[in-house]
């Protein structure tokens, strides 16, 4: 007889996890309180104009082609995407910009050129977060950090002898400023720390391995847009007979005798060998699991940041800037102090401002544009945002005019607005958090969520508010641990 899997939600990291389960002959059903799947990564239109909602850049593609060819399909066929040549583009007030190229020799030069820092001091930083990667990813990536034989290898041995030279013990901002001295550099570095939510001036030196998944290895883009990923690997685990239940909120797991046997909803109970739980660890204990022990500990760390994002419809074509990925970049100390410091939402009042120019027919009518512009903010503890809403949009348009030299307002014909409050009650994020816990302890990588329950046989967690992470690569990493640990 087949052994039996559930899966609670149809976000990334959950689809990946059914995917896997059915390759190896298990019988999946996916409970979903959407009518969609893929979570933040999914799709919208606003009239004529069709937005990704969540992630605008891709990263280790590997680990979507993997799927497929466990499945034993061909992925090529399957999942079509393309390396970029041109990555991001950055504006400074100043004037300068930089574009920063998948030539890493090119972009240091360039660099060099504009900057005041020298192209073989990038180099040189990029080749260390290479060595972080190369020292840390097949244990904090790969692994899970909760299982003592995660740790009895020589190659983990050998990591941990490197521990002195991961600048664990400084923050990020302050290595930057140290190997890079140039302001705009050091801000340009910086930003990687929002990648998994945290803040470069408390998150660890160690998290400079970010750049490393962009520049070294490479930033990629799908063929249809980000949710081309979703929709591929939707359709793959249809084709493995994953069964998808949409609109079915999970309200209870049932737990007999510390096993987790199935789930509950509405006065059905539908039971399984393995419960794996891809929502957000924090409404999962408190609301599906609420007579067990809460690892308490855990669920009261700090969150990562959240995101204020407008999707605006933009009629007109900035395709002489040669635009794909924008970032405009700027420390918004001034323009925001009084709005964050007396909301008292965030410590340092740090704002960047993204952009991405989608370039596909079905994306925009002719000479338009559809815009992802988007800054980071704190998790919704009860602010104001409404007002919040309502300043942070004047300050993006005034700072975009004066970068621009137009009349960014005028040229909005459409606009939705995704903010903490609503990020949660579409994705379940506590908070509104996009990456679950925040990075901004030197341990937080060992005081994650783990991706099974220690007190409850048979449970199990993948997405992005456990180990390793939040965000694409995160996610389908976390899938790929579950799976280890089933088998």
Not at 330 to 352: A, G, R
Not at 458 to 474: E, T
């Amino acid at each position: 007889m087949k052994k039996k899997a559930i899966v609670i939600g149809a976000g990334i990291g959950g689809l990946a996890i059914a995917i896997r389960l059915a390759a190896r002959g298990m019988e999946v059903d996916v409970f979903e309180a959407n009518n969609y799947p893929g979570g933040k990564l999914t799709e919208f239109n606003i009239g004529d104009f069709r937005f990704d909602a969540g992630p605008s850049l891709f990263t280790m593609p590997e680990l979507v082609t993997e799927l497929f060819s466990l499945s034993g399909v061909d992925p090529v066929s399957h999942f079509k995407y393309k390396k970029l040549d041109d990555i991001c583009h950055y504006f400074y007030e100043d004037g300068t910009q930089l574009t920063a190229r998948a030539d890493v020799d090119a972009f240091a030069s360039e660099i060099e050129s504009k900057t005041k820092t020298k192209a073989k001091e990038v180099l040189h930083h990029l080749k260390n977060s290479h060595f972080i990667y190369n020292v840390t990813a097949h244990l904090f990536l790969e692994k899970s950090l909760h299982k003592l034989k995660s740790y009895l290898s020589l190659k983990t041995i050998w990591s941990f002898l490197q521990l002195p030279f991961l600048n664990i013990f400084s923050s990020m901002h302050s290595v930057n400023e140290k190997k890079l001295k140039d302001p705009r550099l050091v801000q340009l570095f910086d930003r990687y720390a929002t990648y998994n939510g945290s803040d470069p001036y408390r998150a660890p030196g160690i998290l400079n391995i970010i750049p490393h998944l962009e520049y070294n290895k490479g930033a990629f883009f799908p063929k249809g847009g980000m949710h081309h990923i979703t929709e591929s690997l939707f359709g793959l685990a249809k084709q493995k007979s994953v069964k998808f239940h949409f609109n079915s909120k999970v309200e209870k797991i049932l737990i007999r005798n510390g096993i987790a046997t199935g789930v509950k909803i509405g006065s059905n109970e539908f039971l399984a060998d393995h419960i794996i739980c891809n929502m957000d660890v924090v409404p999962a204990y408190r609301y599906l699991m609420p007579d067990q022990k809460h690892a308490e500990k855990t669920l009261n760390q700090e969150r990562s940041s959240s995101a204020l994002i407008f999707y605006w419809g933009i009629n007109k074509s900035f395709d002489q800037l040669g635009l794909h990925n924008i970032f405009f970049s700027k420390n918004y100390q001034e323009e925001f102090e009084h709005i964050f410091e007396d909301q008292n939402i965030c410590n340092d009042p740090t704002v960047y401002v993204n952009i991405s120019c989608k370039e596909s027919a079905k994306d925009a009518p002719d000479g338009m544009e559809n815009w992802f512009v988007m800054i980071n903010v704190p998790g919704d503890k009860g602010q104001n945002w409404d007002e919040l809403i309502k300043y942070s949009r004047l300050n993006i348009i005034n700072k975009l005019n004066r970068i621009l030299k137009t009349d960014v307002a005028a040229l909005i014909i459409e606009e939705e607005i995704l903010e903490p409050r609503t990020i949660e009650s579409k994705t379940g994020s506590f908070q509104g958090s996009l990456y679950g816990t925040a990075s901004n302890n030197r341990m937080a990588a060992f005081f994650r969520h783990p991706n099974f329950s220690k007190r409850i046989d048979s449970l199990y967690f993948c997405g992005g508010s456990v180990h390793p992470g939040g965000g694409i690569p995160l996610a389908l990493s976390s899938a790929k641990i579950v799976d280890s640990l089933i088998k």
